[in-house]
Nanobody, 122 residues
């Protein structure tokens, strides 16, 4: 499985951004988005199992993010709304075999893509 995140950039606080993760060989894998701010550990943002039946959100992001996938395009999306300055981080997509409950820890994801930087200006 190979993943590549894109779509990061500079956005003003309160704005929105949609990240994309193009992935080959993703069938059957759960997909998660994580982020890592400077000097901090990588943290879970949102994830879903392969079918999309189950989705898990970080408490800090619930209500502000949506994960979706277009299996025809082998792409998973992260829609982020009402962004805040503390959302500034490098965002990563990851794929894992574990399906349920949706994994929230990096160690349960088997494959990682290169991150994309999101900067939110206040």
């Amino acid at each position: 499985v190979q993943l590549q995140a894109s779509g990061g950039g500079l956005v003003q606080a309160g704005g929105s951004l949609r990240l994309s993760c193009v992935a080959s060989g993703l069938e059957g894998y759960a997909v998660g988005w994580f982020r890592q701010a400077p000097g901090k550990e990588r943290e879970f943002v949102v994830g879903s199992n392969w079918s999309g039946e189950f989705t898990a959100y970080a408490d800090s992001m619930k209500g502000r993010v949506t994960i979706s996938r277009d299996n025809d395009k082998d792409t998973v999306y992260l829609q982020m709304n009402n962004l805040r300055a503390d959302d500034t981080a490098v965002y990563y997509c990851a794929a894992g075999i574990w399906q349920q409950p949706v994994p929230r820890v990096p160690g349960l994801y088997n494959y990682w893509g290169r991150g994309t930087l999101v900067t939110v200006s206040s």
